[in-house]
């Protein structure tokens, strides 16, 4: 299961180094709501399936990332338990890909299918100590069942990743809902960062030093850069429904960190 810290603070480091039909409500999908804090994740031990909205919100101090993996047959939390303990990369889980870091204060919505079975959140980022929020007890497993028979929502934009790059169309402000389609031949993310008016790239880059050394922290509310997560992985082929508020003047950045992906792009 790729959870890895390391990826997530590389990805994290250098934030900006490169410089439907509105009459039928009955097609939308019941929202379910995902609260981080420190340290668990609130939200329904049962949810139906098929197309999914999630509500994520960060209401903690700190960083938060909302990491998502399908158990496997037989796979108990017990078992997820003690690969935590151990320290070791859970075994009998599958990468789905969650929402990437969200700061505090962040609420985004994703909307995606979910096949029935069971899953887990999980935030591997670490505490002021170093402690992984994991093992802290920022874990959630929860079951899918059925299918909602839900609608793709109706969408401002797309957001498509290319093999080699993203194409991104006119954003306005305000809350906005994108479609991220992934029409590369391999996996890709859709890490989605925002640096406020009149701060700069070393500012963001500096924001980020604690992670370096492994450490997490108590965001300050005069930080520099916005946190939108969007998608840590979305297969070739498919899309994701994202929806968050985009402010004027704001200048994003889009990436695939570990594909070394990227795209800037400024609301106006």
């Known amino acids: 299961m790729a959870f890895r810290l390391a990826a997530i603070v590389c990805a994290l480091a250098l934030p900006f180094a490169a410089c439907g039909d509105d009459d039928d409500e009955s097609s939308a999908p019941e929202p379910v709501t995902v609260d981080g804090k420190?340290?668990?994740?609130?939200?329904?031990?049962?949810?139906?399936?098929?197309?999914?909205?999630?509500?994520?919100?960060?209401?903690?101090?700190?960083?938060?990332?909302?990491?998502?993996?399908?158990?496997?047959?037989?796979?108990?939390?017990?078992?997820?338990?003690k690969a935590i303990a151990s320290g070791k990369e859970p075994k009998g889980i599958q990468d789905i890909g969650g929402v990437p870091v969200l700061t505090p204060g962040t609420d985004v919505s994703i909307t995606r299918d979910l096949e029935p079975g069971r899953y887990v959140f999980v935030c591997f980022l670490p505490d002021p100590k170093g402690r992984p929020h994991v093992a802290l007890g920022m874990k959630k497993v929860f079951e899918v069942v059925g299918d909602s028979d839900a609608e793709a929502p109706d969408v401002d934009g797309v957001i498509e990743a290319k093999q080699k790059s993203f194409e991104i169309p006119p954003i306005e402000a305000g809350e906005q809902t994108l479609e991220l389609r992934n029409s590369a031949s391999e996996p890709r993310e859709f890490g989605l960062t925002g640096l406020k008016p009149g701060r700069t790239i070393q500012e963001a880059t500096k924001f980020f030093a604690p992670l370096e050394k492994g450490r997490g922290f108590k965001v300050p509310a005069d930080a520099p850069v916005e946190l939108l997560g969007a998608m840590q992985s979305i297969p070739p082929g498919t899309s994701v429904y994202f929806t968050g508020e985009f402010k004027q003047g704001w200048r994003y950045r889009i990436a695939d960190d570990e594909n070394g992906l990227e795209q800037f792009f400024k609301v106006d």
């Open 38 to 81: 420190e340290y668990a994740f609130v939200m329904p031990d049962r949810i139906d399936g098929g197309l999914v909205t999630m509500d994520f919100t960060n209401s903690g101090e700190e960083l938060h990332e909302y990491g998502l993996g399908r158990l496997d047959e037989g796979v108990s939390e017990a078992d997820v338990d």
